[in-house]
């Protein structure tokens, strides 16, 4: 099993920037990509970046592109999301997940194929 535990949520005002954390607690060879996704209540969960294990082959949605930042610590098994010049509309709970699949292109933010999951942390960004 992948167990993964995020933390770094918090309020900040628009225009601010955060750091999300999610520490895997397995060993890397149980998954192949790694990722942020996100949910606002009343709407569904979208992926935000992902990338490999090794921490390669980054990919983001668009709305979050020149903003936000994955990074994977191999070493340390930590993913990373930073994210700058946030907006109100980046309000939300943010998952990180993990896949035991190799995904290309926008698949790697389809949280279809994602089978682990943490249990989130809260971001709020105020205007």
């Known amino acids: 099993q992948v167990q993964l535990v995020e933390s770094g949520g918090g309020s900040v005002q628009a225009g601010g920037s955060l750091r999300l954390s999610c520490a895997a607690s397995?060993?890397?060879?149980?998954?192949?990509?790694i990722g942020w996704f996100r949910r606002v209540p009343g709407k569904l969960r979208e992926g935000v970046a992902s990338?490999?294990?090794?921490?390669?082959?980054?990919t983001y949605v668009d709305s979050v592109k020149g903003r936000f930042t994955i990074s994977f610590d191999y070493a340390k098994k930590i993913l990373y999301l930073d994210m700058v010049s946030l907006k109100p509309e980046d309000t939300a709970v943010y998952y990180c997940?993990?896949?035991?699949?190799?995904?290309?292109?926008?698949?790697?933010?389809?949280?279809?194929?994602?089978?682990?999951w943490g249990q989130g942390t809260q971001v709020t960004v105020s205007s």
């Open positions: 997940a993990a896949s035991r699949f190799r995904l290309d292109g926008l698949w790697a933010l389809r949280q279809d194929d994602y089978h682990y």
């Open positions: 990338c490999d294990s090794d921490g390669d082959r980054p």
């Open positions: 397995v060993d890397t060879g149980r998954f192949l990509m």
